[in-house]
């Protein structure tokens, strides 16, 4: 999600090493680092042990909470000399920008390392930790939460995660720089990782020492990345080609690869009506969620590819048209808007037929005081200003922010025992605000510089699976996220510049859920198959070793 339950509203937002090779070994300390080097950060290793029932069979793990320090984007390990001789005063002072980026790593127990499968996971934001992939989704405990509900205060139940991926790869979860306990320093700090580019190199130079550290370069390897993840997920397949590993694929859930389709704001940007449309099957599927369809239809699939049709096609056309549309004309398609989305003719024609994603979440529901979640609108809220035109907040992110963030917090303190730092316990960062200063340009293959525009990222998929043809795409979505919407990344990938035969390499999982699929139970356990799947089929071969 572009904030994955961000402390910013979205409307303004939003590994073992060959140690570990035999069974149950444990993950080697890490050296201390050079008394001499100007390096402002040391990476670090806490390591424990635990148990997870997946399927009725106990599978045990060692965990490693550690953290990895990366450089600046171009940093070459001469670096480090140079630093010691240069006349920069601000370079002697500070150092050179530097991120300590912390990882919980989950190593199944019993199997032979090198060859089994592994997964780097990693929410997006930008400015999000993983917080909410490691405890919703993947890790082996998860918390309970209420569905479609606001889960109440503290206590919060942590329990076995049934659905945990470790039966079926060992697990990375990633915090990027400066969230969860992951941090920056250094001169220059900000500007060195906070950007689309700088966070794709940052996020490969820690899968290239991972895989390193913990002797997996023989391994089946994949990326998992959610919402702003996805975007770079996506970039990494070509920049960790660049460091020569092949990824055998990669999992977008939420997927936003190309930023002119953000619901976000988009009645600032006159003329750019793809967002309306790629929106306007969620709008749809909310309004059949809440029942607010005259004619509600009994299969939600049926009814969106409906919706779909309509959107691609005679609403599409529509737009297009912009002012010469006749009055005629526009009251035919308000009315079909209307039939779909559950808000008035009337009020459609006020917005010259283009709906705002946080003007839909605050109307549909208003003639009973409220407003629909963001990332997942089957949750709803009570409207914070009822004279507002579009919504104030998440409800969803008000529901589930603090249950994640408390039982995270005391899963990794009392659990992994990591966090206690000098000075005292170290800070656990669920979000931090970062999204109106990202740097948003981005180097697409075929470019000699970073453009000015919004960035996309479907060139650099594009060519990553042109130079190897054997990664596999995986699309998951959830039905009733208004963030990223699951059309989304249908309309991305039908526009993937890629062959037909690399096409087949791509497969579409949608759920009756929103932005956090797993927040939904039985979607938690249908996102879990299909993931486990797409792993076991795409790395079987000799010595896979699970």
């Known amino acids: ?8 509203p979205l409307a303004s937002l939003l590994a073992a090493s060959a140690a570990l090779a035999a069974p149950a070994a444990s993950a080697p300390d890490v050296p201390a680092g050079d008394a001499e080097s100007p390096a402002l950060f040391q990476p670090e290793a806490v390591q424990s042990t635990g148990a997870v029932s997946i399927a009725g069979s106990r599978l045990a793990y060692h965990a490693v909470a550690g953290t990895l320090v990366v450089h600046a984007k171009g940093w070459e390990d001469t670096d480090t000399l140079d630093a010691r001789s240069s006349e920069d005063e601000d370079d002697k002072k500070g150092g050179k920008a530097e991120a300590s980026m912390f990882y919980t790593a989950y190593f199944k127990d019993g199997v032979r390392a090198p060859g089994r499968p592994i997964t780097f996971l990693f929410n997006g934001g930008p400015g999000s930790s993983s917080v909410w992939l490691h405890m919703g989704a993947f890790g082996p405990v998860r918390v309970e939460t209420a569905d479609s509900a606001h889960t109440g205060p503290a206590p919060y139940n942590t329990v076995n995660n049934d659905a945990s991926l470790l039966d079926a790869s060992d697990l990375v979860f990633i915090d990027a720089p400066g969230t969860g306990f992951s941090r920056i320093a250094g001169k220059d700090k900000a500007k060195a990782f906070y950007g689309v580019d700088q966070d794709i190199d940052a996020f490969s130079q820690f899968v290239e020492q991972f895989l390193s550290k913990y002797g997996r370069w023989n391994s ?4 998992f990345g959610e919402s702003y993840g996805t975007m770079r997920a996506a970039g990494m397949t070509l920049a960790l080609q660049a460091r020569s590993i092949d990824l055998n694929g990669v999992i977008l859930l ?22 309306y449309i790629v929106a306007l099957p969620t709008y749809a599927a909310t309004a059949w969620y809440h029942r607010k369809l005259a004619d509600r239809p009994d299969d939600l699939k049926a009814f969106l590819a409906q919706v779909e049709a309509f959107a691609t096609g005679e609403y599409a056309q529509a737009l297009m048209k912009g002012n010469a ?9 308000a009315d079909r808007l209307a039939a779909y989305t559950g808000l008035s003719a009337d009020y459609l024609l006020k917005t010259n037929l283009r709906i705002e994603y946080g003007a839909f979440q605050k109307e549909l529901l208003s003639d009973q005081g409220l407003t629909t979640g963001t990332l997942d609108t089957r949750f709803a809220g009570a409207t914070l200003d009822p004279l507002s035109k579009v919504a104030d907040y998440d409800p969803q992110s008000a529901a589930l922010e603090g249950a994640y963030v408390a039982a995270f917090n005391q899963y990794a303190r009392g659990t992994l025992h990591y966090a206690a730092g000098e000075g005292g316990e170290k800070q656990f960062k669920p979000g931090i605000g970062i999204y109106g200063s990202w740097d948003y340009r981005h180097k697409p293959p075929a470019a000699g510089k970073p453009l000015i525009a919004l960035p996309n990222v479907l060139p650099d998929l594009a060519i990553a699976m042109k130079q190897n043809p054997t990664m596999k795409v995986m699309v998951n979505g959830g039905y009733y996220d208004v963030s990223t919407p699951y059309f989304e990344g249908v309309f991305e990938m039908r526009h993937l510049p890629v062959p037909p035969a690399l096409q087949a390499n791509v497969e579409y999982q949608y759920y009756e859920s929103g932005h956090m699929v797993y927040a939904h139970l039985p979607s938690l356990h249908a996102l879990h198959d299909n993931v486990a799947a797409f792993i076991r089929k795409t790395s079987s071969g000799s010595g896979t070793g699970r």
């Open 220 to 223: 089946p390897k994949y990326l």
């Open 325 to 333: 549309l006749t009055d005629a004309e526009r009251r035919q398609i």
């Open 254 to 275: 939420s997927d936003i690869l190309n930023w002119d389709l953000m619901p976000d704001d988009p009645q600032s940007n006159p003329s750019v009506d793809l967002p």
């Open 1 to 8: 999600m572009k904030y994955s339950l961000a402390a910013l």
